[in-house]
């Protein structure tokens, strides 16, 4: 798998009350398969092409690790030095919504909102 580039954004998740029902929505709507990601005692769901089968997208329940995500859309970008980014945010008079949380064995995420209001959430690697 190539590694993704600085500044490239690389997944979206969608986080919200009733994530069955809206990812049968995107399903039935933009054609996206489904497969259900095992959370535990619940579900979420990635979303892939139907043709490749690429993920591009998850539909997450707006409960566990998610449960102070905003419903909307949210990127993850990556950055270069996650600690330093966020040093950033603050510096340029933005916010960091979340601490910084494992998106894998070797990455971590934190959620941000620029000066005007924006969200996103931003990675390193």
Known sequence: ???AEV????WR????????E?????QSVIG?????????DYEDYAMSTPATEEGVAGVCH????????PAQWLM???VENLQESLEQVLALGGKVLTDVKKLSDTSYYAVIKDPAGAVCAIYDE
Do not use: C, Q, R
């Open 1 to 3: 798998m190539k590694k």
């Open 7 to 10: 500044g490239s954004i690389t």
């Open 13 to 20: 998740d969608l986080t919200v009350n009733n994530a069955a």
């Open 22 to 26: 809206v990812a049968e929505f995107y």
């Open 32 to 40: 996206w398969k489904t497969s259900p990601v095992n959370m535990g």
């Open 62 to 69: 707006a409960k566990g690790p998610n449960s102070s995500l």
């Open 76 to 78: 993850y970008v990556k």
